[in-house]
């Protein structure tokens, strides 16, 4: 049955009609932006339309609606597979219909002969990047009309906007980014970093300077129809932390690591922007113990010591029998170990990671939609935090064992549970370990070494 878009939701799809399909959707979830571009498809009546999509909205999201609001299309999928490449030769000679292509693939694909009537990119903020591999190749398409989706749609900074702007809008982009830049945002040079951008130059400018931009807000006031939000009507979240100690060997090998991370000019302490892979090990020891193969390749044992799952298990025991879980960590290794840990313990628990196929994925949400199984979905954040709809509909709680470093994925994975359809109000339990970088600082056993080495190298006035 054809849905009917919501008032709102109608005076979006004419702005895009009005602007010949074509703008930039950045609505936050809950707003229905899948709905809106196929409506302006419809209504456009596009032929061939490619839509760049995470792998894992293709069928819940994509496909249903497209098959809800236009019964007759030929929906393709583009892949390795050979009928996916049959799909891509379609796309090349212009034969009518939507194709599917994931942003993986998408960067694998040569698009420079290719003009489809619409493409629509979600989750568009994967291209802020201007110098990412999947926003080198999004600029050389070339579509007749351009619909750039994301709630989140400049990335982790507002000069990402750019490069969406790039592809969607070039001649606003102008030709070169720095110019660009330094017409719309405020910067200041780093020691390290070099030039950096700190924001907007003038809040909304960029904005005003897109000829069709649409968004919604959550729990803010947005539009005449969005006085609070669009989900202002939905319990607020309740944010419960819980502070764990480490284990002794957990602390043990944690402050053996973080000794590397105090570095000195002169005579000035600094603790540096702690390296990726550095910071990516503190975070893995915070999780659980970890084990050092000879290769140096890190992993957890099934019966690693953490205080994390210690009070995973605290929570569970503490909540209805029957509850549903939606638990949350960065790490793919650690979430194989809970999961086992979990399933040992009796309990039906899923993994939910690039290691469990999209298929595989697919059946495991939806039979947690439909109540049968199982229990507890253990996530990896950056495979869950896009796209994912429908967990929701069965579950109100959600554990954080740890986030991810990029916010953006964070508020993604967020956004699963605390969106249209959920009826009670989400409980969001986030376990942080105690003195250490998941409080977002260094350990106070390190800042009193600062400090001893700050009076030990301070020289004395004698007069």
Not at 431 to 444: F, N, P, R, V, W
Request: aromatic fraction near 8%.
């Amino acid at each position: 049955m054809r849905l009917t878009p919501y008032e709102y939701q109608q005076r979006d799809i004419d702005k895009l009609v009005a602007n010949n399909g074509t703008g930039i959707v950045a609505t936050q979830v809950g707003g229905g932006k899948t709905l809106i571009a196929v409506e302006t498809a419809r209504a456009l009546n596009t032929k061939t339309n490619l839509v760049i999509a995470p792998k894992g909205t293709h069928k819940r999201a994509w496909e249903r609606t497209i098959r809800m609001q236009i019964p007759s299309a030929d929906i393709q999928w583009i892949d390795s597979s050979y009928m996916g490449r049959k799909s891509a030769t379609k796309l090349t000679n212009n034969v009518p219909g939507w194709y599917l292509i994931s942003p993986e693939f998408f960067r694998k694909f040569a698009w420079r002969s290719i003009t489809p009537d619409l493409a629509i990119f979600d989750e568009a903020h994967r291209a802020s990047n201007r110098k990412s591999k999947t926003a080198i190749m999004l600029h050389t398409l070339k579509a007749k009309r351009k619909i750039a989706m994301s709630g989140t749609i400049a990335g982790n900074s507002i000069d990402g906007m750019w490069s969406i702007l790039k592809w969607v809008y070039p001649d606003v982009a102008g030709r070169s980014y720095w110019q660009w830049v330094e017409q719309y945002c405020a910067t200041q040079i780093d020691y390290f970093a070099g030039r950096i951008i700190t924001g907007e130059r003038t809040p909304g400018a960029i904005v005003e300077s897109i000829p069709c931009y649409i968004r919604h807000l959550k729990r803010e006031e947005c539009c005449e129809f969005h006085p609070e939000g669009i989900d202002h009507q939905l319990p607020k979240v309740q944010n419960i932390v819980r502070t764990v100690k480490l284990s002794a060997e957990q602390r043990k090998v944690y402050n053996k690591m973080e000794k590397d991370f105090v570095a000195w000019l002169g005579d000035n302490p600094l603790v540096v922007d702690v390296p990726v892979s550095l910071r990516v090990r503190l975070r893995q020891i915070t999780l659980g113990t970890p084990t050092v193969s000879d290769t140096g390749e890190v992993d957890f044992a099934d019966d690693t010591k953490s205080s994390k799952i210690d009070e995973l298990y605290d929570i569970i025991n503490d909540s209805d029998r029957d509850e549903k879980m939606l638990i949350l960590t960065h790490s793919q290794k650690f979430a194989r170990v809970v999961t086992k840990r979990l399933r040992s313990s009796g309990y039906f628990a899923e993994e939910w990671s690039g290691a469990i196929s999209q298929a595989e994925r697919n059946n495991i949400l939806e039979d947690f939609i439909s109540g049968a199984s199982p229990r507890f979905i253990v996530a990896v954040i950056s495979a869950i935090g896009e796209g994912t709809d429908g967990l929701q509909l069965a579950c109100s709680t959600v554990v954080w064992l740890s986030k991810d470093d990029n916010a953006l994925l964070n508020e993604q994975a967020a956004g699963r549970l605390d969106r249209q359809g959920q009826k009670q109000s989400v409980v969001s339990y986030e376990i942080l370990a105690e003195d250490t970088y998941d409080e977002g600082q260094m350990s106070k056993l390190v800042e009193r070494q600062i400090a001893m080495n700050i009076s030990l190298r301070k020289e004395v006035n004698v007069e």
